[in-house]
């Protein structure tokens, strides 16, 4: 469970899941959501059926009789006789009639960020990759990159870093002031405010995580112009001779294939030592244990902060120190629900006696306590409103912000792979 809630850190999915566990603990009390709504199929404008359905208003939908027809307060003999005249041919008319009028919705596909691959709600081509120029289909961001052997163009050397050192959920009023504004509303968006007392030990821990921030090729951090700034994985390096504040990168930080970091905000920018990074979109890959890895996508994910403790004579070669850090980003109830799926199909193919800790808090009324914590509709054209059932805008979208500090380190390599058993 370590890897798993490293990664779950590196991104926003650390505190969404998080609630998994929250919410799942029977002894710990639980949030009480303005509604809960059901898992919907992708991000689409469009209501949900039977938001606005009261548990008792569907008596009258379950009768046998037709719409507008006088119902028989006769004997059961008489509605016997009356069911025998209903001969198969009027059932086949009606039944083709209902054919005919009630076409099935169609499928949107989203390929947002995307070049190649299949979409993640329709499973339709996103595009094609010039195969012939050497290049491949990143499945896992949808992307066309240039091959590359990782034994050999992996990288060598990195540049300025800080381990995440402290990480916080901040309540309702305090996210409203430092949290990225997803509805240009003026006000910051969390939809995990409320939950901060239930899930604030489950970050208590962060520079245990191993989450790090490369600032690559970054010489200047009083104005740096534009870097690209890379999440990573990592330990302390304890081999013989390390500093401390020597770290070494888990290699599952890249992608292998293509060589490239998994994560990363290209265009970032540090002015008068504060740092900001425009919206990114990138695909977690959360190794839950050794034989289940799962994916999600966050999407619009901001990062900003102030850049402290920086010796520009050494161009922070030992490390930045970022104090005031804010991440924010948004979680589709789609990717949602796609990983609660895995994780459930997972711990029902566990035999019962053998399952993970983890699996007794996956039950439908702790997923749908998560959901019920969806504070925001994304609309067709990729913007955000509040949830708004009444409206159309039923709640597709989470938005989730964490506070947090980085702390001096520096990376010296990888992690060395463990000797095969024999």
């Given at each position: ?147 590359k052997n990782w034994d050999t163009d992996k990288p060598t050397s990195w540049g300025p870093a800080g381990l995440v050192q402290t990480l916080d959920l901040p ?250 058993a024999e």
């Amino acid at each position: 469970m370590k890897a798993f809630a490293r990664v779950f850190a590196v991104g926003l999915m650390t505190v969404a899941l998080a609630t998994f566990v929250a919410c799942g603990d029977d002894d710990t009390p639980t949030p009480q959501p303005d509604s809960v709504e059901t898992p919907d199929d992708g991000d689409t404008d469009t209501t949900e059926p039977g938001d606005d359905v009261k548990p008792d208003e569907d008596v009258d939908a379950r009768e046998d009789t037709d719409p507008g027809e006088e119902p028989e307060p006769d004997t059961k003999e008489d509605a016997d006789t009356e069911d025998d005249t209903d001969t198969k041919e009027d059932a086949d008319t009606e039944d083709d009639t209902d054919t005919d009028t009630e076409e099935p919705p169609e499928c949107v596909k989203d390929c947002e960020g995307r070049t190649c691959g299949l979409d993640p709600v329709c499973g339709e081509s996103c595009g094609e990759c010039d195969t012939d120029g050497g290049e491949i289909c990143v499945e896992m961001i949808g992307q066309c990159l240039e091959a590359k052997n990782w034994d050999t163009d992996k990288p060598t050397s990195w540049g300025p870093a800080g381990l995440v050192q402290t990480l916080d959920l901040p309540d309702t009023g305090t996210s409203k002031e430092v949290c990225f504004d997803y509805t240009d509303d003026g006000d910051g968006d969390n939809g995990l405010s409320g939950v901060k007392g239930l899930i604030g030990n489950a970050l208590k821990d962060a520079h245990t995580f191993g989450i790090i921030f490369e600032f690559e090729d970054v010489t200047n951090f009083e104005n740096s112009g534009e870097f690209r700034l890379i999440g990573l994985m990592g330990e302390p390096d304890k081999s013989e001779g390390a500093e401390p504040g020597d770290y070494l990168i888990n290699e599952d930080s890249y992608i292998r294939e293509a060589a490239v970091p998994m994560i990363t905000f290209p265009g970032s920018e540090v002015t008068n030592r504060v740092l900001t990074t425009p919206k990114a979109r990138f695909v977690l890959t959360i190794p839950v244990q050794e034989n289940l890895v799962i994916s999600a996508s966050l999407s619009d994910a901001q990062i900003k902060g102030d850049v402290v403790a920086c010796d520009d004579d050494d161009k922070c070669a030992d490390g930045v120190v970022i104090e005031n850090g804010v991440l924010s980003g948004i979680l589709t109830k789609q990717d949602f629900q796609r990983v609660a799926d895995d994780l459930v199909a997972w711990c029902d193919a566990q035999p019962e006696d053998e399952r993970d800790s983890m699996c007794g808090y996956l039950k439908p009324s702790t997923i749908n306590m998560v959901l019920g914590l969806f504070d925001l509709h994304k609309k067709s054209d990729g913007t955000y409103v509040p949830k708004n059932v009444d409206e159309g805008f039923p709640a597709n979208a989470l938005s989730a912000c964490v506070q947090f500090t980085l702390s001096k380190i520096v990376i010296k390599g990888f992690i060395p792979e463990e000797p095969a058993a024999e």
